[in-house]
């Protein structure tokens, strides 16, 4: 799936910038989905949260980049923001960067600087997704555990610990001594509260965070399989249809 770009230019519309633009991300993972001239349209757009990436085009007579950047708020809620301006301007640059922008590029623009403030852009993207989709899951993963009064305290820990390990995989060994048990004190005290193992409760976890990313249509199946550390894509794929019934192609078409 390509990601999709909006387009604001400040001077007015241009076909010969568009198709300059759409020329560049030609074969390329990213496509010009809109184009507008107007502040108030590119305001909405923007909020809208139905485009990945701004390209916003900085030039007489309106020079908006510094606009669009304060009226769509700040950069950790706004979709990443790559300004292109007809000149190099120090002071306009500051404040676009002081606003978020996460590129300024003067022209003349060689198509490689562009297409790597994208491909950077995209890179912020995929980082937000990943921790959002693993959040997502791990809340899924819990709401489906018992919820009685007292487990709360043990629910809350194995929260911790999930979020915690979302840069590495968890095993049953690192969730003992998380929880100040050995291994084997450990597995029969979840089983215990939960009715399953830590093992199984983690495994159930990772489909459910793999089937979240791979909906997105932003991750290759291999690069799901990587990032959740199995040890090959054929036992990712196993796995993955033993617990859905469908396989991780399928599910990302």
Do not use: W
Not at 112 to 121: C, G, H
Not at 132 to 145: G, H, I, P, T, V
Not at 210 to 238: I, M, N
């Amino acid at each position: 799936m390509k990601l999709q770009i909006l387009v604001a230019d400040s001077g007015g519309r241009s076909d010969r910038k568009l198709n300059q633009l759409c020329s560049v991300l030609e074969d390329t993972d990213f496509t010009v989905s809109r184009y507008t001239a107007s502040l108030n349209e590119a305001v909405r757009l923007v909020l809208s949260r139905q485009y990945d990436i701004l390209l916003c085009i900085n030039r007489a007579p309106e020079f908006i980049a510094a606009k669009l950047l304060r009226l769509t708020g700040t950069a950790d809620c706004r979709i990443p923001a790559i300004i292109l301006s007809e000149q190099d301007d120090s002071q306009r640059m500051r404040e676009c960067f002081l606003l978020g922008a996460i590129d300024f590029l003067a022209e003349p623009i060689p198509p490689e600087d562009l297409l790597s403030a994208i491909s950077r852009a995209a890179a912020m993207i995929h980082e937000q997704l990943i921790e959002s989709e693993y959040r997502f899951a791990a809340e899924d993963a819990l709401a489906d555990l018992p919820d009685a009064a007292e487990l709360q305290p043990v629910l809350e820990k194995l929260r911790a610990f999930l979020l915690k390990m979302e840069q590495q995989t968890a095993t049953v060994e690192i969730a003992a001594d998380y929880f100040g048990f050995n291994r084997d004190y450990f597995g029969r005290y979840f089983k215990s509260k939960f009715g399953m193992t830590f093992g199984e409760f983690y495994k159930g976890f990772q489909i459910r965070y793999a089937k979240r990313l791979l909906e997105s249509g932003q991750f290759k199946v291999l690069e799901v399989s990587r990032l959740l550390g199995f040890s090959t894509p054929d036992y990712f794929t196993r796995v993955f249809k033993k617990y859905t019934g469908d396989t991780p192609s399928s599910v990302r078409k």
